[in-house]
């Protein structure tokens, strides 16, 4: 498929999303900060706010009409999550309110439980900090190792290295689908074969994958998969679990209260099943829903095109980037057809600041992001401050690309002259 066949989803799709078409310091608005949160339809907006305008209600607790819509349409988002990523069944989906919190739950519900003294649990340098931190957690606590899966020459993840730590005393490999900062896709599905042929259990961290690229968890064979709906297209305070079924059912609750029990006594309780188990209290409901509206939106694009047309925009991207003199950017090239990487590049432009870069070039209305990106110990480890990123979703355009390195080359010749 190439770009002009697929140029006509951006067309198509930029007047769902009002937000874009605005000015920022006098200048159109060119948003090109998706891996941070990215924008919302319309159709999700209008399904978010028919909740709490035509139906808002508590669910399972109401005999009355409005509660049985309300639950209806939450537990209809659960079965659209599920198709999305082709769960084995709808009682692993499991709400929360983010990715974090997703991964949370698996450490202390499962890990805590299961981990001891000398166990392994297998990370890499390039984990956002909600996959690291977690784990920092458990090991604390337990006594477990944590060990590092470091990078090949290219920025990727070293899977030989990979296959040198793991052993029998692996008990967790907990790795990110797609880099926010480097945008390696890494092989989940690879990994996850190694790792249950030592027994060990496997979490993807899918928040940068599940906007941009088909998912099948079948297929991956993963034991546990997280992502957040703020990424993909729905609004914050929603996200989700998936687990393997018979592991949900093994793990214990990780809240007590409202909604994850089945009877409730003064000295004890008994628990409800799956889903609900791990769903404890008044959830975001609204939020629930929209997601569902989300999916629906995300579905009827279609993900292979999704994922075509944004793999293409890539390649354009770092055609023109690399064009730019003295800037570096960060983690593996894409093929020839944008391919191979996900649809954002982190760069460092000579001695300019990225927070600098950043702040001039929002001057021009254009929006990047400029730090770590949430992944301080891969910063360390590249021996940088920071960078800035531009990272691009299915309603950006070639057109906006051309304006953004404008401005970034204007702004280079800025600091330039500046510096003598």
């Known amino acids: 498929m190439t770009l002009a066949q697929t140029q006509t989803i951006a067309e198509k799709v930029r007047k769902d999303f009002p937000i874009l078409h605005q000015e920022v310091n006098g200048k159109p608005l060119i948003y090109l900060d998706s891996a941070a949160t990215s924008q ?87 984990e956002h900090h909600s996959n690291l931190v977690p784990w920092q957690f458990v090991a604390a606590k337990t ?9 090949t020459p290219d920025e990727s993840l070293d899977m030989e290295q990979f296959k040198q730590l793991i052993s029998n005393k692996t008990k967790l490999v907990s790795i990110v689908h797609v880099s926010n900062t480097l945008g390696c896709i890494n092989p989940v599905e690879e990994i996850c074969q190694i790792a249950h042929k030592y027994g060990a259990k496997v979490l993807v961290d899918a ?42 059912n093994a793990m214990p609750p990780f809240l007590g209260g409202g909604e994850m029990i089945a009877d409730v006594y003064l000295d004890h309780s008994t628990y409800a099943e799956l889903p609900h188990k791990f769903e404890a209290g008044t959830p975001a409901i609204g939020e629930a829903i929209a997601l569902g509206a989300a999916v629906d939106y995300l579905s009827k694009l279609g993900m292979d095109q999704i994922h075509a047309y944004e793999a293409e925009l890539t390649a354009y991207l770092f055609q023109e980037l690399e064009s730019i003199p003295d800037i570096k950017i960060y ?14 590049a982190s ?29 301080q110990p891969l910063h360390r480890y590249l021996n940088l401050p920071g960078t800035a990123r531009a990272s691009l979703s299915f309603y950006n355009t070639r057109e906006e690309i051309d304006i953004f390195i404008k401005a970034l080359k204007d702004t280079i010749d800025f600091f330039t002259s500046m510096l003598g």
């Open 143 to 151: 006594g477990a190792v944590l060990k590092h899966v470091e990078l």
């Open 40 to 126: 919302k339809p319309l159709f999700v907006l209008d399904t978010w706010r028919d909740y709490y305008t035509s139906y808002n209600s508590n669910v399972h607790r109401g005999a009355h009409t409005l509660s049985a819509k309300a639950t209806d349409a939450y537990e209809g988002a659960r079965d659209k999550i599920a198709a999305f990523i082709n769960a084995n069944s709808r009682n692993e989906i499991i709400y929360t309110r983010n990715a974090t919190e997703a991964i949370n739950l698996v450490a202390y519900s499962w890990a805590m439980n299961n981990l001891h003294k000398g166990d392994e649990i297998i990370l890499s340098v390039m």
């Open 331 to 344: 983690g593996p090239k894409p093929n020839a057809n944008g391919f191979g990487r996900a649809a954002l």
């Open 207 to 248: 928040c940068q994958s599940v906007p941009h690229m088909p998912i099948d968890v079948q297929a991956i064979a993963c034991d546990w998969l997280v992502a957040s709906g703020h990424k993909m297209c729905a609004p914050s305070g929603i996200g989700f679990l998936y687990g393997k079924e018979e592991i949900l």
């Open 347 to 375: 760069f460092k432009t000579g001695e300019i600041h990225p927070n600098d870069l950043s702040a001039l070039l929002d001057q021009e209305g254009v929006a990047i992001r400029s730090g770590h990106h949430c992944t």
